[in-house]
C-alpha cells in the first residue's frame, strides 16, 4: 500500500473517469426524471417509482459486488479491470436512455434503468476502492479524494455548460436536443477517459490475508455492525440527501416558483458547481487545520443556513440569485470527498483489528447509503404529486403543491444539513489515532511488505512502514 504523495498529473489523470460517469450520475437524478414525466409523457408517479425501485433494487449488487471485488487478484488489477469491463455496458445504456422519444413507456425506462445502475456501480465502486489504496496518509487522502470529488464535479458543470452552449450557438434549445446531445457528450467521452486513468495510475496489490480467507457476504453484515463505519453510513446518507432533494426540485422550483427559464436555471446550476470546486479546496484545507469531522461540521452548518435562505430569493432575477447560487455550492464537496477519505482511514483500522482487507466491501456500504439517499430524494416528487403538482401542466397545479414545493426545496434539506452535522460529534478516528493504526500496521508489514508500483511521477513510497512515507 502507498504511503508517498501522488503526484498532481497522476491524481488529475485518476479523476479523469469521474467527468462522464458525473456527467451522466447528473442528469440522471435531476434532467432525466423531468424530461421523461414532461416531454416524454411518461406518468409522474411511475416514473418516480420506476427511479426509486430499480435504485433500491440496485443496493443489493452493492455487497454481492462488493465481495467480488475483494476476491479478485488479477495482474492487471482488480479495480483497473472492473472498471474496464464497466464502459460498454454503461455506453450502450445511456444512449438507449438519452435517446428516448416520445411513445416510449414505464417498461423501456425500468429496463435500460437496471442496466445503467448495473454499469454505474461496478464503475463507481471500482473507482473509489481504488482511490483507497493509492496512499495511507491521513491527510493524502483527502487530497486524493479533493481530486476526485473535483472531478465530479467538472463533469457536472460541462454537462450543465451543454445546454447554455447549444442555445447560444443555436444549435438546439430544447429540452429534447439537449438531452441528446448530452447523451453523445458522456457515450464519447466514457472509453476516452477511462483510458487515460487505466493507462496512467498505478495499482498496488492487495494486501494478502494473514489467514488466507476471502471476502464474503458474512463481512458485509459485520463491518455493518462497527459503530465507526455506522456513524460514516448515516453522514454520508444525510449529506447526500439533503442536496439531493434540492436536486431532484431543482427545476420545478426555479422554473416555476422563482420564474427562470430552463435555460436559466441550467446557468444557475452551473454556477452552483464551479463554486463547488472552490469548496473542494476549502474542506481539504480545513481538514488539514481543524480535522475531518470538523471540517465536514462546519460545511453542513453552512449549507444549512444557506438553503433556509432561499426563501428570499426574488422572482426572475438572475444576477441576484447569482450569489446564493455560489455560496450554496461552496459546501456541497465536503461530505462526499471527507467522508471516502474517512472510510479509507477506518479500512486501515479494519485491516489491524482482523487482518482482513476489505477495501471493495467497505465502499460497496458506502456506495449504498448514496442509492438509498437518491432514491429517498426523488420520493419527494410523490409527495408533489399528492399535493396536486402538475409536472406537465403548471397551470394544473394547486396552490398547496405550490406551498410544498417551496418547502420541500427550502426547509428539508437545510433541516437534514443540521442533523448531519450532529451525526459528526465526537467521531473517533482522529488523525492521531489514524497515526497510531499505521504505525502498527508498519510494524506487522514489515515482515512481509507488499510490493508497490511506483507512482508514474517517480516518487517511490516507504512501504516497510507506510507511517513514515
Request: glycine fraction near 8%; hydrophobic fraction near 55%.
Amino acid at each position: 500500500m502507498a504511503g508517498g504523495r501522488r503526484s498532481t498529473l497522476t491524481l488529475a489523470a485518476f479523476a479523469a473517469p469521474c467527468l462522464p460517469l458525473a456527467a451522466f450520475g447528473l442528469p440522471l437524478v435531476i434532467t432525466l426524471p423531468h424530461y421523461y414525466s414532461e416531454t416524454l409523457g411518461v406518468n409522474l408517479s411511475a416514473v418516480s417509482l420506476a427511479f426509486v425501485l430499480v435504485r433500491l433494487i440496485d443496493i443489493g449488487f452493492d455487497p454481492i459486488f462488493g465481495t467480488i471485488l475483494d476476491r479478485t487478484r488479477w495482474s492487471f488489477g482488480r479495480f483497473k479491470g472492473w472498471m474496464a469491463i464497466s464502459i460498454p455496458v454503461l455506453m450502450l445504456a445511456i444512449y438507449m436512455l438519452f435517446m428516448a422519444r416520445p411513445g416510449v413507456g414505464s417498461l423501456y425506462l425500468w429496463f435500460w434503468l437496471v442496466v445503467v445502475y448495473f454499469g454505474y456501480s461496478i464503475a463507481v465502486l471500482s473507482h473509489t476502492s481504488w482511490a483507497a489504496k493509492l496512499t495511507v496518509d491521513y491527510h493524502e487522502r483527502s487530497r486524493i479524494y479533493a481530486f476526485w470529488q473535483s472531478g465530479n464535479v467538472m463533469g457536472m458543470i460541462m454537462i450543465l455548460a451543454l445546454p447554455v452552449l447549444l442555445h447560444t450557438l443555436k444549435l438546439g434549445s430544447s429540452e429534447t436536443q439537449i438531452v441528446s446531445g448530452q447523451g453523445w457528450f458522456i457515450v464519447a467521452m466514457l472509453p476516452l477517459m477511462a483510458l487515460i486513468a487505466l493507462w496512467r495510475v498505478p495499482e498496488p496489490p492487495p494486501v494478502e490475508d494473514a489467514n488466507g480467507e476471502r471476502a464474503t457476504l458474512n463481512d458485509y453484515f459485520r463491518l455493518l455492525r462497527r459503530p465507526t463505519v455506522l456513524r460514516i453510513l448515516a453522514a454520508d446518507l444525510l449529506t447526500g440527501l439533503a442536496p439531493g432533494i434540492a436536486g431532484t426540485l431543482f427545476f420545478f422550483f426555479f422554473i416555476r416558483v422563482k420564474q427562470f427559464t430552463f435555460v436559466e436555471s441550467s446557468a444557475l446550476l452551473l454556477i452552483y458547481f464551479v463554486a463547488a470546486i472552490f469548496g473542494a479546496m476549502i474542506w481539504t484545507r480545513l481538514a488539514k487545520r481543524v480535522g475531518k469531522a470538523k471540517a465536514l461540521i462546519a460545511a453542513c452548518l453552512t449549507y444549512a443556513v444557506v438553503q433556509f435562505g432561499v426563501v428570499t430569493l426574488p422572482a426572475g432575477e438572475f444576477w441576484l440569485a447569482t450569489p446564493f447560487l455560489i455560496a450554496a455550492g461552496i459546501p456541497y464537496s465536503a461530505g462526499a470527498l471527507l467522508l471516502r477519505s474517512m472510510m479509507a482511514d477506518f479500512g486501515d483500522e479494519e485491516r489491524l483489528t482482523s487482518g482482513k482487507d476489505r477495501t471493495g466491501l467497505l465502499y460497496a456500504i458506502l456506495t449504498g447509503t448514496v442509492k438509498i439517499g437518491s432514491a429517498l430524494a426523488v420520493t419527494s416528487l410523490f409527495l408533489l404529486d399528492f399535493l396536486g403538482f402538475d409536472a406537465k401542466n403548471a397551470a394544473a397545479s394547486t396552490p398547496l403543491s405550490m406551498e410544498g414545493l417551496l418547502a420541500l426545496y427550502a426547509f428539508a434539506p437545510g433541516i437534514v444539513g443540521l442533523i448531519a452535522a450532529a451525526v459528526m460529534i465526537g467521531y473517533p478516528l482522529t488523525e492521531a489515532r489514524h497515526a497510531e493504526i499505521l504505525r502498527q500496521l508498519g510494524e506487522k508489514d514489515a515482515v512481509f511488505p507488499p510490493v508497490v508500483p511506483e507512482d508514474v511521477a517517480g516518487t517511490e513510497p516507504n512501504v516497510a512502514n507506510p507511517a513514515v512515507s
